[in-house]
């Protein structure tokens, strides 16, 4: 496996800027939950150790790892804390550090994720402005090799650069990623942190506070890489989550979210293609193409132009050019792969009522 | 994670709109177009948004010679002729749809409010 869109962790630590009493890292606890992560877990913190602005304490969670997870993490220089037993769930991991927080922000970072040197310090800049809640980062993943993390790869490179500041204008980001978000604690501890009730904490908890009308920041030059899915087993698990994620959620808040002007018909567009579009892809496609013309085929690959122009202005100054060309049709696969999921999803939380409650790691 | 699938489905279409209207609302001199941060926004996301509306133009004026290089009298041009045909009704139908959608979500919204009591 090589590391392609990350810099190369021996850069770590970074530079270090003076930080004077004031700096906002300063006031910072990052949390890391992990289970079973020995693999990932000491990039994740000396990435975060090694920042430009090195924050208050850095809490590792070790979730009742069966591996080495909890010695290394605290080798590599972070505080470990362990639940009398394994809470079932990102979210409840993630509760049950916070309840040790005592600064006035809480970053929430997934243990295989590692951090550009300086993406603490930009996403803290957030927070100089006055009423913003959580502030998010761009995500990039971090290996670029087979064919379900480039479509990943293309999918987020697309989706950050484009829709995400589209969503930042109306300051109604979507989703304040889950592997990469910083909150206010006097915002998060009162709603009782990360709610465990869906499959997607993250899109839970940023559509609640987009209807108490807090200020949620997308910071695109703040840098995460975490490590996506690198086959189909772990793939589905993680697109099984994320999509019954995304239609729980918007059963549990569609009251909240249509008196939200912009999220209300975000939401409705996200719908439809999870909904319709995966239906014109998985059934209207190939029968109009079996019946009435082959050239309906054309479908599946004639939007792959426009959405290379958002991925190539982010990939060229990267000097990622040739990765992302050769990963586009990646993405047709993963985004047609996407829609069986989501139907899938629709149909067994909205029709069969049968609502998908076990958290299954996949990355 | 990705709500709904992105591309040039319904989703792609609401954001270049909104990505279109943003200068829009520049000139015309409203607020919040007007901060700093969103003209910074702005002068990222309309540069991209013109290059797609090009890729887009492009796109179907190579459909438009590929029909043309086909041997007339074939299967294949006349599927590309009938496809053609269609063309401007097909390029109309996904603004009507996502025009509804919107307007669905307001009226939903409109529905929820309590209405007003008399004195």
């Known amino acids: ?90 979210a409840g991991a993630q509760n049950f550090a916070l309840t040790q927080v005592t600064t006035e922000y809480v970053m929430a970072i997934d243990a295989d994720t590692v951090l550009a040197p300086d993406a603490v310090e930009l996403i803290m800049a957030a927070f100089d402005e006055p009423g913003v809640a959580v502030a998010c980062g761009f995500v990039l993943p971090r290996h670029v090799e087979t064919i379900w993390e480039r479509g990943r790869y293309v999918e987020y490179l697309f989706a950050f650069t484009y829709f995400k500041r589209i969503q930042d204008w109306h300051d109604k980001a979507l989703i304040a990623s889950g592997c990469f978000s910083v909150y206010r604690s006097d915002v998060l501890m009162p709603l009782g942190g990360w709610p465990t009730r869906t499959m997607a904490e993250d899109m839970d908890l940023t559509w609640t506070l987009h209807e108490q009308g807090r200020g949620v920041r997308f910071v695109p030059e703040a840098l995460s890489y975490p490590i996506e899915p690198r086959d189909y087993n772990f793939m589905s698990k993680q697109l099984r989550r994320w999509s019954h994620g995304f239609v729980q959620n918007v059963r549990q808040h569609w009251r909240g979210i249509v008196e939200v002007s912009y999220l209300r018909s975000a939401v409705a567009v996200g719908l439809w293609d999870a909904s319709v579009a995966s239906i014109l892809f998985l059934v209207a496609m190939p029968l109009l193409a079996l019946f009435v013309s082959p050239w309906f085929l054309l479908g599946y690959l004639i939007d792959l132009p426009v959405v290379a122009v958002p991925v190539l202005a982010a990939a060229i100054p990267r000097g ?44 | 994670m990705i709500a709904g699938l992105p591309g040039v489905g319904l989703g792609g279409l609401y954001y270049v709109c909104l990505a279109l209207l943003m200068p829009l609302r520049f000139l015309f001199g409203d607020k919040r177009a007007r901060q700093p941060r969103q003209k910074r926004i702005m002068m990222s996301v309309l540069p991209l948004t013109l290059a797609i509306l090009a890729v887009l133009a492009l796109e179907g004026l190579g459909l438009h010679a590929l029909a043309g290089l086909i041997e007339p009298g074939t299967g294949v041009a006349a599927d590309l002729g009938g496809l053609r045909g269609s063309a401007p009704r097909l390029a109309l139908l996904p603004f009507v749809l996502l025009a509804v959608l919107i307007g669905v979500t307001h009226l939903v919204r409109l529905a929820r409010r309590p209405s007003r009591q008399p004195g």
């Open chain 1, 320 to 363: 990622e050019t040739m990765k992302a060309l050769a990963s586009l049709p990646s993405f047709a696969v993963l985004r047609l792969v996407n829609s069986l999921f989501f139907l899938r999803a629709l149909w067994s939380e909205l029709v069969l009522g049968r609502s998908l409650t076990v958290y299954e790691k996949g990355h």
């Open chain 1, 1 to 90: 496996m090589t590391m392609v869109a990350a810099p190369p962790l021996s850069t770590f630590p970074a530079e270090r800027t003076e930080v004077g009493p004031t700096s906002r890292a300063d006031r910072l606890t990052i949390i890391v939950p992990a289970y079973n992560e020995a693999a990932s877990i000491r990039d994740t913190v000396e990435s975060l150790l090694g920042q430009t602005t090195r924050p208050a304490e850095v809490i590792v969670i070790d979730d009742c790892s069966t591996d080495d997870t909890a010695a290394i993490a605290r080798e590599a220089g972070a505080t470990v804390i362990q639940p009398p037993q394994n809470t079932g769930s990102k």
